[in-house]
Nanobody
Framework: QVELVESGGGLVQAGGSLRLSCAAS????????MGWFRQAPGKQREFVST????????YYADSVKGRFTISRDNAKNTVYLEMNSLKPEDTGVYYC????????????????WGQGIQVTVSS
């Protein structure tokens, strides 16, 4: 059974930093491209960032480019999202996702999704 478990969320002041982790189990992690998404209250889920299986390719939404960094450790079956210079508009539930198929960077057709973790940025 595949499981993606996010951690590292919480409450932070604007300008602060958080590091999200997503631990994967039940799959061959190194075969999967990984993504981060977020959903603010009353809004649709939106793409944040993606990293391919080998870490050779990353992609970011314009809204987070230059502030967020995605990385992965295949030996630990974990993907990370380092979030700096956080803004109140970064508030939302953050989800990680795994995709076995190579697709255009921005899509929602991931094979597996985590349950999400709350990130709240106060002004």
């Amino acid at each position: 059974q595949v499981e993606l478990v996010e951690s590292g969320g919480g409450l932070v002041q604007a300008g602060g930093s958080l590091r999200l982790s997503c631990a994967a189990s039940g799959l061959t992690f190194g075969n999967y491209n990984m993504g981060w998404f977020r959903q603010a209250p009353g809004k649709q889920r939106e793409f944040v960032s993606t990293i391919n299986w080998s870490s050779s390719s990353t992609y970011y939404a314009d809204s987070v480019k230059g502030r967020f960094t995605i990385s992965r450790d295949n030996a630990k079956n974990t993907v990370y999202l380092e979030m700096n210079s956080l803004k109140p508009e970064d508030t939302g539930v953050y989800y990680c996702a795994a995709d076995r198929t190579t697709r255009p960077p921005v899509h929602f057709s991931y094979d597996y999704w985590g349950q999400g973790i709350q990130v709240t940025v106060s002004s």
